[in-house]
């Protein structure tokens, strides 16, 4: 078992919004099943006041969950390999976790999180009418959280018990054994580096026009959402593996170094936090674009409150991507100038 | 009656002020014993490393077991296999071990 | 500045003084005990990883069957130059021997760097029977002189001490002729307890071992800087979980606190059910709450992390490093990194504020969320 104080911080704030989100799916549960926003009688009027209860518990869970999941991101990538002899980025981390544990605690925080920041986003719309017309469907889906953020904390113990603090790692070799000849290093699930760049360009420009026009009244209509959300889906993808294999190595200044973690280290001037954010700002947004909606399609006010949400999504997606593209590349325009050819010829 | 209420609520802003005092005097505090006032102690003692070529911190007392950690008798290391893990013995894992749910991947070592 | 809404809130707390102040307190307290638990293995740890890098690359001992042996410094010094990458070999010979009070580490010194780092030209390397000792070795004897008891029994005259900023790394050193200290180790003519070995690159230290235990005939073994750093700071960092972790009783404690005295204080509970009554929404309720309690939680934190900031940072590590590292004489002065106190910070925001703050809300939830009709009524059954 590896006990590191940050550890201990991370488990205590899941414990913690786990309670909160427990305490609180009582409640969900009974709005549920006895909801009807059409009558007076005192249980709908105790239920009323009561979700307005899970509504602070709800986002107070959020907050925390939140801060649990920056605190385990800073942890993987910046603390926690102190800790572990021969790990130097939250590569050795992960492969001290072992290699399963490690993606699955990573899947079950980004599923909390696209979960609970889903909820986050129908409770504002919610409360921002008297009637609360979302209060059923609200309540339907916070009752799934309680089971994700029960996954999540078993697997953070889980992932965690796994790690020998004394048995050494080699973080290095699990980023250079991933290839085996130069040709193999130039290219990703056997294409080579010019179709992901072009892919790269191709998605981008589509999903950069796609968000500034849905910023008009374009967000009314079904099938550019639709079309927005696949492309985000493609795009979020390509981003990252071009990040990794391509452009990561302007930052690095090394070739062939495939590694994710590294960019989050000092010595990179930490750059990992403003790319991963805006690729974690685009998922979020891209995935409430899309849903946010669907879901609220039975009242037309806040249909209309729903839109307007989706306008602001768009306009942080373009901003994020804005953000990414200048981070991700400025570093390889600036070597272009400075020595006349790419890194890789 | 109307002017006590008053006055509850007058002494309630003047507290309100008194704690955020303490807290930005906590604060400042904090940033001035946070400034970086020990760099010429660093530079010094890295120069004394290098002159004498020391390997050990003496923040723990001669002659206890920490003080040289580095240097403690290679006992368990002289055996005859260099490929076998290392044995480490640590309370830790005398409690933890038995609930253990999942372990890292066995790793050989070539 | 402040909204009515916090003012009223600072009035509830004004109505219950005695309570929150004692919460305040103890919420001040735990975290500063809780805060310099975690701050100052963290800071310990942090200068060592600073300091550490100047230290030599790769440390070579001789070791037979029973243990460490002392090495023959002409040879080792050739063996070890002839190979490739190594920059520069220095034989060192120390040892622990007995002083007035208790263990020190003697070493012989002949480096012509020294008088620098004394800041004192006129000062000579110590000749047969002089002696310069660290700061925290105390003469007794007001002629300077300080009896050491090792292979022989002998007395040396102290002509200089280690400036005190140097602390962390000669607090209990004692240097010595190289001669003298061969003798009161117990050292052959001719010996040195081990070599100081540096490398041309950082990355080579790893790489270079093979050939280094190659180019000795006998058995050698080495540790590299990165692994005994590992070992001084890795040590440390456990240390602090394990303190970290008896601390959690402690805030089950408080939250169990926190919680009876948010209850108690919804008691009264006719005032909720009259502000209800008057159009306050659950939200405001909660909200007085929060505030009511952040009121007596934010002044704490911050106080708390300033005791421990203070005590870790500023004078009160002297009594620290006795404590927490083992010094019955004199401890020596640490001058810490203040890098990772960040971490230290959000470590104790969710192991300590979170539940806290958690425990606060949810019997104010419970409460506020009640029917406004029960809560008048329950008043005035009572």
Not at chain 1, 240 to 254: D, G, K, P
Not at chain 3, 354 to 360: F, G, L, T
């Amino acid at each position: 078992m590896f006990w590191h104080p940050l550890l201990l911080a991370i488990i205590s704030a899941q414990i913690v919004a786990l309670l909160l989100l427990l305490a609180g799916s009582l409640t969900s549960l009974n709005t549920a099943l006895h909801w009807q926003p059409l009558s007076a009688d005192s249980r709908q009027l105790s239920l009323e006041a009561r979700a307005e209860g899970v509504s602070i518990q709800g986002r107070a869970a959020f907050w925390l969950s939140v801060f649990s999941a920056v605190l385990l991101v800073f942890g993987i990538t910046n603390i926690f390999a102190e800790d572990i002899p021969g790990a130097m980025c939250g590569t050795g981390v992960c492969q001290a976790m072992s290699p399963r544990g490690s993606t699955q605690l990573l899947l079950y925080t980004g599923l909390l999180l696209l979960l609970m920041q889903l909820w986050h986003e129908m409770d504002k719309l919610n409360r921002m009418l008297v009637e609360m017309p979302l209060t059923d469907i609200t309540a339907r889906l916070f009752l799934v959280i309680p089971a994700v953020a029960v996954l999540t904390l078993k697997q953070t113990y889980a992932s965690f018990a796994g790690i020998r603090p004394h048995q050494p790692v080699d973080c290095c070799a699990v980023v250079y054994d991933q290839f085996t000849t130069l040709k193999h290093a130039k290219s990703i699930l056997g294409l080579g580096d010019a179709f992901w760049i072009s892919a790269f360009i191709v998605l981008s420009l589509a999903l950069f026009s796609l968000s500034v026009a849905l910023r008009t009244s374009m967000v009314d209509r079904p099938g550019i959402r639709g079309l927005h959300a696949i492309i985000s889906c493609l795009w979020l993808p390509v981003a990252s593996l071009t990040l990794v294999n391509i452009f990561s190595a302007y930052h690095y200044e090394v070739l062939h170094h495939h590694c994710p973690w590294c960019l989050f280290l000092p010595e990179h001037r930490l750059v990992g936090y403003p790319l991963y954010g805006a690729l974690y700002v685009i998922g979020m947004e891209g995935f409430t674009l899309f849903m946010l909606p669907r879901l609220a399609n039975q009242d037309i006010t806040v249909y209309k409150k729903a839109l307007d949400r989706c306008r602001r999504a768009a306009n942080r997606i373009t901003f994020a991507q804005l953000l990414f593209l200048i981070i991700a590349i400025l570093p390889a325009i600036v070597w272009r100038l400075h020595y006349g050819v790419w890194m890789s010829g | 009656m109307m002017q006590v209420t008053y006055d509850r609520l007058d002494k309630a802003g003047y507290g309100l002020w008194a704690i955020t005092l303490v807290t930005v005097l906590a604060c400042v505090v904090i940033t001035l014993l946070s400034l970086d006032t020990c760099r010429d102690a660093r530079q010094i003692t890295q120069r004394a490393i290098q002159t004498l070529a020391l390997t050990t911190p003496t923040i723990i007392p001669s002659g206890r077991a920490l003080r040289n950690a580095d240097t403690v008798k290679p006992a368990i290391d002289l055996r005859h296999s260099p490929h076998l893990p290392l044995i480490h013995f640590s309370p830790e894992d005398l409690v933890i071990s038995s609930l253990k749910p999942e372990t890292g991947d066995i790793r050989s070592n070539d | 500045m402040f909204n009515t809404l916090q003012i009223w809130a600072f009035r509830d707390i004004l109505r219950r003084p005695f309570e929150s102040l004692l919460l305040a307190v103890t919420l001040t307290f735990a975290i500063a005990t809780v805060g310099t638990l975690l701050l100052f293995p963290r800071a310990v740890y942090d200068t060592l990883t600073v300091v550490l890098k100047a230290t030599p690359s790769i440390i070579l001992r001789q070791v037979d069957p029973t243990g460490w042996r002392p090495l023959p410094i002409r040879e080792s010094v050739q063996a070890a130059t002839s190979v490739i990458g190594v920059v520069s070999v220095r034989p060192r010979i120390w040892g622990m021997v007995n002083g007035p009070d208790g263990p020190l580490t003697v070493m012989g010194v002949q480096q012509e760097g020294l008088p620098e780092i004394l800041a004192d030209p006129l000062t000579r390397l110590p000749a047969k029977g002089q002696a310069i000792v660290g700061w925290g070795i105390a003469s007794h004897d007001p002629a300077g002189t300080l009896p050491l008891e090792g292979a022989i029994r002998q007395t040396y005259q102290v002509i200089h001490r280690l400036p005190e900023q140097t602390s962390m790394f000669t607090h209990d050193l004692v240097l010595l002729n190289p001669l003298d200290a061969q003798q009161l180790i117990g050292l052959p003519q001719g010996y040195a307890s081990d070599l100081a070995i540096d490398v041309f690159h950082e990355d080579e230290q790893d790489a270079i071992l093979s050939d280094l235990t190659a180019a000795f005939p006998w058995p050698v073994r080495c540790v590299t800087r990165r692994q005994s750093a590992g070992i001084y700071a890795g040590g440390f960092n456990r240390g602090r979980a394990l303190g970290a972790i008896t601390m959690i009783p402690a805030v089950l404690a408080m939250c169990l606190l926190v919680a009876v005295n948010t209850r108690k204080s919804m008691g009264r509970q006719s005032d909720l059910g009259i502000m209800k009554a008057m159009g306050w929404t659950t939200g405001d309720i909660i909200r007085l709450h929060l505030y009511r309690d952040l009121f007596v939680c934010l002044p704490s934190v911050a106080l708390g992390s300033c005791l421990c900031f203070f005590l870790v940072y500023g004078p009160g590590a002297d009594g620290l490093a006795g404590f927490f590292l083992g010094w019955d004489t004199l401890p020596p002065r640490l001058y810490l990194e203040t890098k990772g106190a960040v971490t230290v910070l959000l470590e104790v925001a969710g192991v300590m504020v979170a539940p806290v703050m958690a425990s606060a809300l949810l019997p104010a939830l419970k409460a506020a969320t009640a029917d406004v009709h029960e809560l008048i009524e329950g008043a005035g059954r009572r």
